[in-house]
């Protein structure tokens, strides 16, 4: 959901589609040099900077 993670929003998909796993519950996004904890995504009201747009 876009809301929670407004970053991705206006993404190619294939810079969506390209993501590493570098460590245990970790994803990063080179291209768009992004990256969460898997956490964060399964629930992010737990993370206090998810959906902050220009933070």
Same mark, same amino acid.
């Given at each position: %959901? !876009?809301?929670? !993670?407004?970053?991705? =929003?206006?993404?190619?998909?294939?810079?969506? *589609?390209?993501?590493?796993? %570098?460590? %245990?519950?970790? *994803?990063?996004?080179?291209? *768009?040099?992004?990256?969460?904890?898997?956490?964060?995504? *399964?629930?992010?009201? =737990? !993370?206090?900077?998810?959906?902050?747009?220009?933070?």
């Amino acid at each position: %959901p !876009f809301a929670e !993670f407004p970053w991705f =929003r206006e993404a190619p998909i294939g810079k969506l *589609l390209n993501v590493t796993m %570098p460590a %245990p519950h970790h *994803l990063y996004w080179p291209d *768009l040099d992004i990256d969460l904890a898997v956490e964060s995504i *399964l629930h992010p009201e =737990r !993370f206090s900077l998810v959906g902050k747009a220009g933070a």
